[in-house]
């Protein structure tokens, strides 16, 4: 998975924790990639800072379909992610992708970028309630997840000194 979208990642620590009792799972990686970001000009660096996709199981993908007939089923869940990103020497952000602040009776989705000191910093909760929604409000559920699945894949430009 994360060679997907870090081409040739190289995994420094890996730690997983599993705590069935709380329903948590925790899942911490440092890596280092190469080639990660895309360069332009020899100035700029162009990448995702996601890295990792937000689970199926936190914000499931809808088909597009003509005519809804079954209610969609939600599943309560909390899906946080924080990703550092330690920025090359001799580069700043000159782009940062945007926030975003989504809320529906049936999932909250928030997302920050901040940059701190040779980082940049991305945080990213998703909370789906347990619900039972409705046919008809089929896409007004697919537009949140879509919305929340693109915003997680925003590109960052950092702009060499």
Sequence with gaps: ML???AKSAVISQLAAEDRFEQDKFELKIDFASPNFAQSMQGRLLVFAPAVLDIPRSSAPAFQQVEKRVNPVVLHAALYRK?????????????EAPSALKLDADFAKCDLTFKQEPGVLVMTEELRTEAAVVPPDQFDRVKKFFDTCRGADHQNAVLVKN
Excluded: M
Aim: hydrophobic fraction near 25%; charged fraction near 40%.
């Design 3 to 5: 060679n997907e979208r």
């Design 82 to 94: 924080t990703v550092r990103v330690k920025l090359p020497d001799g580069y700043t952000v000159d």
